[in-house]
């Protein structure tokens, strides 16, 4: 796999200490390690976390559509695979294009969203590699914004998440739920906030009920009992939101009852025995997709863990589990996109990577190194990566 090489490493590898007061999905001794050496990797995070010290994020109220609420509050999205149709004069209603991004969707609060997620990711690691109150302070300032100022913050839930211009009376649907699923890697950097005076009571309270506010929708509202009911990754994704911010508000109880129910639930009705996942690769990006889902199944299991389940090691009564699911795709890992008998249309040298990084999660997860040779030249050439200080 020699074209290995990190893009955006995504977090792995849990392990137990005391940075944490939650099951977490990064890696602790790591993290631990890099406050006591000068690498490539932290170098390279301060310098980003540097550039995020001048930033002032875009909020949801910057954005230049109201939602038919009337309130710009309200989180708005495009679904990403949705274009104009061209046989109307108008371009209405949208039409699918599986695989293709329309860049439309850069114009709402989606962006605005990832790009905030990262920013407190950044600063959050560069106040611990360097307990400079400056990051910090700057994270709590992003948190603040998006969260609990009346002026600014995001109303706590997704009502409008993925509409599509011309269908639905421009409401969101079940699709949307994904798009927070990037604040499950915004609370591990909370985790980090408590240890600054910078981060207060007040703001840990206001953060917390607000999550309480989304979980409940979350639960309740028919979009997001509706992306519950999704079969493919979308479930998945939904759950595994579910039992991190029911964590984090102190509703162990929900957390746990859904992971009970993962297995049966998400693991043998999206795995085959063969382990392939027949829904993803009915997609045209079928690699990228097989790969996406397991990431979250991933997540789960080491959230799973921490709270003494082990997922990873569930088997159906005719062989249905995560390890087949990460073999199935072992035949394909370093050939090109041509020997892949499923589609995929774009990215094969990204997810490849993706690929790569996937199982050496898996083998952190045992503490084995069945997959070595399949990740070993992309964990060497990912030396610069600032996410190795989270492996």
Same mark, same amino acid.
């Given at each position: 796999?020699?074209?290995? *090489?990190?893009?955006?490493?995504?977090?792995?590898?849990?392990?137990?200490?005391?940075?944490?007061?939650?099951?977490?999905?990064?890696?602790?001794?790591?993290?631990?390690? #890099?406050?006591?050496?000068?690498?490539? =990797?932290?170098?390279?995070?301060?310098?980003?976390?540097?550039?995020?010290?001048?930033?002032?994020?875009?909020?949801?109220?910057?954005?230049?559509?109201?939602?038919?609420?009337?309130?710009?509050?309200? !989180?708005?999205?495009?679904?990403?695979?949705?274009?104009?149709?061209?046989?109307?004069?108008?371009?209405?209603? !949208?039409?699918?294009?599986?695989?293709?991004?329309?860049?439309? *969707?850069?114009?709402?609060?989606?962006?605005?969203?990832?790009?905030?997620?990262?920013?407190?990711?950044?600063?959050?690691?560069?106040?611990?590699?360097?307990?400079?109150?400056?990051? #910090?302070?700057? =994270?709590?300032?992003? +948190?603040?914004?998006?969260?609990?100022?009346?002026?600014?913050?995001?109303?706590?839930?997704?009502?409008?998440?993925?509409?599509?211009?011309?269908?639905?009376?421009?409401?969101?649907?079940?699709?949307?739920?994904?798009?927070?699923?990037?604040?499950?890697?915004?609370?591990?950097?909370?985790? %980090?906030?408590?240890?600054?005076?910078?981060?207060?009571?007040?703001?840990?309270?206001?953060?917390?009920?607000?999550?309480?506010?989304?979980?409940?929708?979350?639960?309740?509202?028919?979009?997001?009992?509706?992306?519950?009911?999704?079969?493919?990754?979308?479930?998945?994704?939904?759950?595994?939101?579910?039992?991190?911010? =029911?964590?984090?508000?102190?509703?162990?109880?929900?957390?746990?009852?859904? +992971?009970?129910?993962?297995? #049966?639930?998400? %693991?043998?009705?999206?795995?085959?025995?063969?382990?392939?996942?027949?829904?993803?690769?009915?997609?045209?990006?079928?690699?990228? &997709?097989?790969?996406?889902?397991?990431?979250?199944?991933?997540?789960?299991? &080491?959230? #799973?863990?921490?709270?003494? *389940?082990?997922?990873?090691?569930?088997?159906?009564?005719?062989?249905?589990?995560?390890?087949?699911?990460?073999?199935?795709?072992?035949?394909?890992?370093?050939?090109?996109?041509?020997?892949?008998?499923?589609?995929?249309?774009?990215?094969?040298?990204?997810?490849?990577?993706?690929? =790569?990084?996937?199982?050496?999660?898996?083998?952190? +997860?045992?503490?084995?190194?069945? &997959?070595?040779?399949?990740?070993?030249? !992309?964990?060497?050439?990912?030396?610069?990566?600032?996410?190795?200080? *989270?492996?």
């Amino acid at each position: 796999m020699s074209k290995l *090489i990190a893009p955006f490493v995504v977090l792995l590898c849990l392990c137990p200490g005391t940075l944490f007061s939650q099951p977490t999905i990064w890696n602790v001794e790591s993290m631990q390690q #890099a406050r006591f050496k000068t690498s490539e =990797a932290v170098k390279l995070l301060i310098r980003d976390a540097d550039k995020e010290l001048t930033k002032n994020i875009i909020t949801v109220v910057d954005k230049p559509m109201t939602p038919p609420s009337g309130d710009k509050h309200d !989180y708005m999205s495009m679904g990403r695979y949705w274009w104009p149709n061209p046989d109307t004069k108008d371009g209405l209603p !949208y039409v699918r294009k599986d695989g293709v991004s329309n860049p439309e *969707i850069e114009k709402l609060d989606r962006l605005p969203l990832a790009q905030m997620t990262r920013g407190v990711k950044l600063l959050t690691m560069a106040f611990y590699l360097t307990k400079e109150d400056k990051y #910090a302070a700057k =994270a709590v300032d992003h +948190l603040r914004k998006w969260f609990l100022d009346k002026k600014t913050r995001m109303n706590p839930h997704l009502n409008y998440g993925q509409t599509v211009p011309g269908h639905n009376n421009g409401m969101g649907r079940g699709f949307g739920v994904i798009d927070t699923y990037s604040f499950i890697e915004m609370l591990e950097g909370v985790e %980090l906030l408590k240890s600054s005076r910078k981060f207060t009571k007040k703001d840990q309270q206001g953060l917390q009920e607000w999550f309480v506010a989304y979980l409940d929708w979350m639960l309740t509202s028919p979009i997001g009992k509706e992306e519950y009911e999704a079969e493919n990754n979308h479930g998945t994704a939904f759950d595994v939101q579910v039992v991190r911010f =029911a964590l984090f508000v102190g509703k162990e109880d929900v957390a746990r009852k859904y +992971l009970e129910n993962f297995p #049966a639930r998400r %693991l043998f009705t999206q795995i085959k025995p063969d382990g392939s996942q027949p829904l993803e690769l009915a997609r045209t990006t079928a690699f990228g &997709y097989s790969v996406f889902n397991l990431d979250h199944i991933l997540d789960m299991c &080491y959230m #799973a863990k921490n709270l003494g *389940i082990d997922l990873f090691n569930e088997n159906s009564p005719d062989g249905r589990n995560i390890t087949k699911a990460l073999e199935f795709l072992l035949p394909y890992a370093g050939k090109t996109a041509q020997d892949f008998p499923y589609q995929q249309i774009r990215d094969w040298n990204k997810v490849q990577q993706d690929y =790569a990084l996937l199982l050496y999660r898996a083998d952190n +997860l045992n503490k084995s190194t069945l &997959y070595k040779k399949y990740y070993e030249n !992309y964990v060497k050439q990912s030396v610069k990566n600032i996410n190795l200080i *989270i492996y």
